[in-house]
């Protein structure tokens, strides 16, 4: 049977809108990862810790969603900072994290960047050098996440590290695999059906089509579902009962 994990990015509490740990619990029965805010885009001491409990009490696999220091702009602005910067943001969050899952007697299963952070090190080499040797300084048995196919998935294997190329349900593409810019027209998916059909597409056929109606290839080990969405929950459930109907079994990777 085939199989694919399900994650959705949580804990992102900052004061751009209101938020309860109710509204990301609600995710837990259609998932089967996720990746919590460490405090730079999102998130604090009390997110991490009442999420960590929660989904390791809910046999939900935890990762860690590092980011640039920005909560004004919820780390979706690029920062140039050097490759010494970068690895001591992520080596300052994965602790943090890290520390409330060894309350709990385990250890942290992933880490995917967030925001631009993820988009700059799915071209960048540098960028994405930077994060895995983080990484793999850290704990070398942590799992990255990046974006199908891109520079942070290659850079990671070739320093040994466990990948799992991420697929996206609700973000359209661009023809060189990469993500469409959330500030262009149409980069977000609000139509349920279009949404199950590119899930259903990515997993059963291995590509994507385009904003230009092209098909590329992609890789689909694990697929994001972004929970701030007007319809991410009703997507969420949508997308779950569309994948056991096809008898593809959702797990953590």
Same mark, same amino acid.
């Given at each position: 049977m085939q199989t694919v994990d399900i994650n959705v990015d949580m804990g992102e509490s900052t004061h751009l809108w209101p938020y309860h740990i =109710? +509204? =990301?619990?609600?995710?837990f029965p259609y998932i089967s990862s996720i990746n919590i805010a460490c405090g730079y885009h999102a998130g604090d001491e009390h997110t991490m810790h009442e999420l960590v409990d929660a989904a390791l009490n809910a046999g939900i696999s935890v990762g860690a969603h590092p980011s640039f220091f920005d909560r004004a702009h919820f780390g979706r602005e690029e920062m140039l900072l050097s490759p010494v910067k970068i690895y001591d943001l992520m080596i300052y969050q994965l602790g943090a994290l890290d520390a409330f899952v060894k309350? +709990?007697?385990t250890r942290l299963q992933h880490v995917k960047?967030?925001?631009?952070l993820y988009n700059m090190a799915a071209k960048d080499a540098l960028v994405a050098e930077a994060i895995c040797?983080?990484?793999k =300084?850290? +704990?070398d048995a942590l799992i990255i996440y990046?974006?199908?196919n891109s520079e942070l998935v290659h850079t990671a294997t070739g320093m040994q590290l466990a990948t799992r190329n991420e697929v996206f349900a609700d973000r359209r593409y661009q023809e060189d695999g990469r993500l469409t810019p959330r500030s262009q027209p149409d980069a977000l998916i609000s139509d349920e059906s279009a949404s199950i059909e590119q899930v259903l597409q990515m997993l059963l056929e291995g590509t994507v089509t385009t904003q230009s109606a092209k098909k590329v290839p992609v890789k689909a080990d694990t697929l994001c579902i972004h929970s701030d969405g007007a319809q991410a929950l009703h997507f969420a459930r949508r997308i779950h009962?569309?994948?056991?109907a096809k008898h593809i079994s959702i797990r953590a990777v």
């Open positions: =109710d +509204n =990301d619990l609600a995710f309350i +709990n007697g960047p967030h925001g631009a040797k983080a990484v =300084d850290f +704990n990046g974006l199908s009962e569309a994948l056991l």
